[in-house]
């Protein structure tokens, strides 16, 4: 399937062809509503951010956030760089650039190191490789102030692509964790009830807290570079082999076509790490599963 974010416009309104339809109906609707909610269609939007690819940690949310000052920091050159080589899939430093140090004064910054501030405090991790090793994937990918104004049921045509992203994650047997949406997530592919959610979803921190400790550590396992060792406690997966988990036994991914069947895998067999395809090949149609 064909990447569709490679056809955003270059100038606002930031809404890719297929998915017109689908906000104006939307927001018409909000409208009538008189709901202070509307999809913002002034700031780019954030389907995913980091490589789905080679990331070792998968997060499953809702949808991007809104502030007043996003339009404004989505003009900002460097900024605007970033998510746009993002939403291409091209190569950057720090793929999860919502952990760019340059870009730390943004409010995508600022919210993403506010919630994972205890892997990169309390486990130690630094910035640099939770940037390069952590992947997040929206559920709708426009920004909203809230998620009133979201439908229960997909409504743009892109979303597809942000899904088999996801999808191709279990197959990979990536670490994927869910943030919020479950029941959304849920309906997209029933293999997603059986992934581990953070505990409050209202204030989704990866915290010992909020996901518990054995996820929590599961997870720093997969984002370390090196083992991680802590006191009373076996030594993690080594960085490149991922975490244990016993809720997945899926086939591995033989190309980026979905797998159609599972297979019945030991439950301790461990997780694939960086080994999954290093591009998503060109398909057919616009933004359509094949």
């Given at each position: 399937m064909r990447n569709p974010w490679s056809e955003l416009a270059p100038e606002p309104r930031y809404v890719l062809p297929c998915?017109?339809?689908?906000?104006?109906?939307?927001?018409?609707?909000?409208?009538?509503?008189?709901?202070?909610?509307?999809?913002?269609?002034?700031?780019?939007?954030?389907?995913?951010?980091?490589?789905?690819?080679?990331?070792?940690?998968?997060?499953?949310?809702?949808?991007?956030?809104?502030?007043?000052?996003?339009?404004?920091?989505?003009?900002?050159?460097?900024?605007?760089?970033?998510?746009?080589?993002?939403?291409?899939?091209?190569?950057?430093?720090?793929?999860?650039?919502?952990?760019?140090?340059?870009?730390?004064?943004?409010?995508?910054?600022?919210?993403?190191?506010?919630?994972?501030?205890?892997?990169?405090?309390?486990?130690?991790?630094?910035?640099?490789?939770?940037?390069?090793?952590?992947?997040?994937?929206e559920w709708f990918p426009y920004h909203s102030r809230n998620a009133k104004a979201l439908p229960r049921k997909p409504a743009c045509p892109s979303q597809d692509y942000s899904f088999q992203l996801a999808k191709q994650a279990l197959e990979r047997k990536q670490l994927v964790v869910g943030m919020r949406a479950r029941k959304r997530w849920t309906d997209v592919d029933k293999r997603f009830a059986s992934i581990p959610y953070l505990n409050n979803a209202r204030n989704p921190a990866i915290s010992i807290r909020n996901a518990g400790e054995s996820l929590f550590w599961q997870i720093v396992g997969a984002l370390s570079e090196v083992p991680v060792v802590r006191s009373g406690s076996p030594l993690p997966f080594p960085?490149?082999?991922?975490?244990?988990?016993?809720?997945?036994?899926?086939?591995?991914?033989?190309?980026?076509?979905?797998?159609?069947?599972?297979?019945?895998?030991?439950?301790?067999?461990p997780c694939g790490g960086l080994h999954g395809p290093t591009s998503v090949p060109p398909g057919v149609g616009e933004c359509t599963v094949d």
């Open positions: 998915d017109c339809r689908g906000i104006a109906s939307l927001n018409q609707r909000i409208a009538a509503k008189e709901e202070s909610s509307a999809i913002n269609d002034q700031s780019i939007p954030e389907p995913f951010i980091g490589d789905p690819r080679s990331a070792t940690v998968i997060l499953l949310n809702l949808n991007p956030g809104d502030s007043a000052e996003d339009p404004n920091t989505h003009r900002n050159p460097q900024f605007r760089e970033a998510l746009l080589r993002n939403l291409r899939h091209e190569p950057q430093d720090c793929p999860f650039f919502a952990l760019n140090p340059d870009f730390a004064w943004t409010g995508c910054g600022k919210w993403w190191r506010a919630h994972l501030r205890e892997l990169l405090d309390k486990a130690n991790l630094e910035p640099a490789t939770v940037g390069r090793r952590l992947c997040v994937i960085p490149d082999v991922g975490c244990s988990r016993q809720q997945h036994n899926f086939s591995p991914l033989p190309s980026l076509g979905l797998a159609t069947t599972e297979s019945k895998a030991p439950p301790t067999e």
